[in-house]
């Protein structure tokens, strides 16, 4: 979509086992970025709202990725028991915590959906951060505007150092840690 994907960290992801990886939610095409800047399968969580678009449900649903329905508990418990089955099984699970997408492009309050579903299958955080999406496409157009995007992987927090952590802490944790692997690289916005 004109647009060049640079991966920074990549040496950061594991290779024996399936991660659960947490990161900004910037655009629309974050899941799809993330998912491309790895070199295996991952399934994301995505808003069941999107799964209607006509185009874009066509594409969401051939990924294979889950769909959370927005503020309806009991069905979003039925996602994540999917989440924590695809986690089990070995294959990575992409959330964005924020739950939606950033509308100023700074790092948003974090849920805990994700923070339980950590605790429940003692899966690994993998932390990334993605640059120049809400640049690409945001809330406020649904105009393209390509450009340079950057994907940063971080080093995975292993569950062994948050299995006694409370739900809060880790996200508290987490949140922290997304701010500073995206404050630690120069160039904030990659160029166009």
Partial sequence: MGCRLDVLGVENVPDDRACLLLGNHESRFDVFAVGGSLQRFAVGLEAASHFKMPIWGRITRAWGQLPLPEGRMAEARETFDQAAAVLTS???????PEGHRTRTGALGDLKKGAFHLALATKADI???????????????SWRLFPRR?????????????FKDSSVEDLRDRVRETLLELDKG???RKPER
Avoid: C, M
């Fill in 90 to 96: 070995g294959t990575d699970v992409i959330i964005l």
């Fill in 149 to 161: 995007l950057r994907v940063i992987f971080g080093k995975p927090i292993p569950f062994e150092s």
């Fill in 126 to 140: 993998l932390p990334f951060v993605q640059q120049g999406l809400y640049e690409f496409h945001n809330t406020h």
């Fill in 185 to 187: 690289w120069e160039a």
